[in-house]
């Protein structure tokens, strides 16, 4: 049995600007080499031309942007009665 206290789960923290979770999660796939700044700068300058363009919320822009690339079907691992093992698509 380990003495060892539990970790916290740490929530992801929000930018400094939109104050959206979300915003900072795109932020960190952005990232690159550990340049944070810089991520926040394409991702600011992506949402200001979005902003221009349409003219709307830009939040909701990225929002329906990020559901509309995410996958509807996913995949899970199924063992038949003769052993083997096969992929088979489960909806998510």
């Given at each position: 049995?380990s003495?060892?206290?539990t970790?916290e789960?740490?929530?992801a923290?929000?930018?400094p600007?939109?104050r959206?979770r979300?915003?900072?999660?795109?932020?960190?796939?952005?990232?690159?080499?550990g340049?944070?700044?810089?991520?926040?700068?394409?991702?600011?300058?992506?949402?200001?031309k979005i902003q221009?363009?349409?003219?709307?919320?830009?939040?909701?822009?990225?929002?329906q942007?990020?559901?509309?690339?995410?996958?509807?079907?996913?995949?899970k691992?199924?063992?038949?009665?003769?052993?083997?093992?096969?992929?088979?698509p489960?909806?998510?």
């Open positions: 049995m003495r060892r206290g970790a789960k740490k929530t923290k929000s930018d600007i939109f959206n979300l915003v900072n999660m795109v932020v960190n796939r952005i990232l690159k080499d340049k944070k700044s810089l991520a926040y700068q394409i991702l600011y300058r992506a949402v200001k221009q363009k349409i003219e709307t919320n830009p939040l909701l822009v990225l929002r942007a990020i559901r509309r690339v995410t996958p509807n079907i996913g995949v691992t199924r063992r038949n009665k003769k052993g083997s093992t096969r992929k088979v489960i909806e998510i």
